[in-house]
């Protein structure tokens, strides 16, 4: 088969149902594989109430899809709309227009209402497979733990009529757990049936991303370190006995990033647009309207530190909120964090910066303009990260000339090579122990760059915004996985 169609099953999209990095993804890959000839990709999104309030222009095509619940018959609007150049099928369901696109914040919700509405999308995909009138899947991609019981239920369904199954993990961390007894009442399952759904934790529960792990034709996690990684306990998060059990089967693929929206030349959402050449000049605009903006002294020469993330223990805030008090104290550096997380680590981002409000300031909010401010008003970008993926932060920070400060684990190994290592090809700053003083050690290095070897420094930058790091590399990876997947299928 030359070219597959490829239905992309994902819980977010950019920019309409934007949460993290597999929201990129999910919008700049199946875009790739399409300009590209290597696959006929299309999405398929929960109707969420965030996507229903933008009012995009849809087009009905199926009026009722069955779904076939325990408790009965239940029907699902399927609406098709076209989102940045994707085509994406929106299933309009009651169940998901309530609360955004996850739901765990809400205290009132039910704790197992997120699993029991991606069960719910799980069993809306499946139907979906058989009804829609001009797209016929040979290969459902599936992403992350809402929707590992996909490739389960379509075996089910369709034995061997089904189409070829690729699992994509973005985040091992994230699992979705139910009570396996109450997820097989709510699939409504023969005891045959059942069994397929064998592997059980301590408690009796079923984690939604093992079935992922276990039952698609191929899986993939997005870097080739982080594949590496997580077949150990260390990084398996309980998971590495499934993986293990699938190494035959596992890829690890770099995500790449859409280089057309994350385009210093072009990006409106930034004071002022440059280039690799001209970026001295410019960046340098862009970081005193940065400091404006954070209320810190505009002063060039201050080395400035950016960190855009999820404020949680994975991405290391720990280790900059206890490496930083020295340098921002001594005014050796500027902080800007935007993030939302943990409500600890919100608040400590707070103290610190009101501790130093010469030095340091945070925003404690989702915003996608402001992002682009940091990378492209900061000089280092922080991803001092416990574990990570791939990571598209200090993809975004490279392009934008801002130089990553690195934790050496999973896509961050992949992206960005040490320049203390490799002065001629080198990135960014690595450091490999997860503790505050490996950190201060490299920040101290990032620095002494900065202030003391300005040109080395520009030549670091450039070359960080000289790289390709398009989906060019990565599409074709994706291709290939799809037919392997078709093979394993038969
Ligand atoms: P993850 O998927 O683990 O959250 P990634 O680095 O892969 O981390 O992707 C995070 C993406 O989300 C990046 O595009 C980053 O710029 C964006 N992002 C994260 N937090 C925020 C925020 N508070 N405001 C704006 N963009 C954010």
Redesign the pocket.
Known sequence: MSKPNVLFVSAELTPVAKV???A?VAAALPKALNRTGQANARLVLPLYDVIQKLSLATEEVLAALEVITPQGKETVRVLMTNIDGNTVYLAEHERFSQDGVYMQKQQKTHPFAETQRFLFFSQVVVALIAALPDFHPDVVHCHDWHTGLVPVLLQLAYGNKRPATVFTIH?LAMQGRWNREEILGALGLTPDAAATFSRVDEQGSLSFIEQGILGADVVNTVSRTYAEEILTPEYGAGMEHALQERTADLYGIVNGIDTEHFNPETDVAIPSQYTAANAVQIKRRNKMALQREFSLPETPARPLFGF???LTDQKGMELILDAFPDFLRDEKAQLII???GDPAIEEATARLCQAYPNAAGAKI????A??QHIYAGADFFLMPSKFEP????QQ?ALRYGAVPVVRSTGGLVDTVPDYGENPHDGLGFRFTEFTSAALTRTIEKAIALFTTQPDAYTTLQKRGMEQDLSWNHSAPKYATLYTKALTKRG
Request: hydrophobic share 40%.
């Open positions: 993290g990095g597999l990129d985040n855009v993330g999820r935007l993030g939302t909010t989702f915003d996608a402001l992002a791939c990571g598209l932060g975004i």
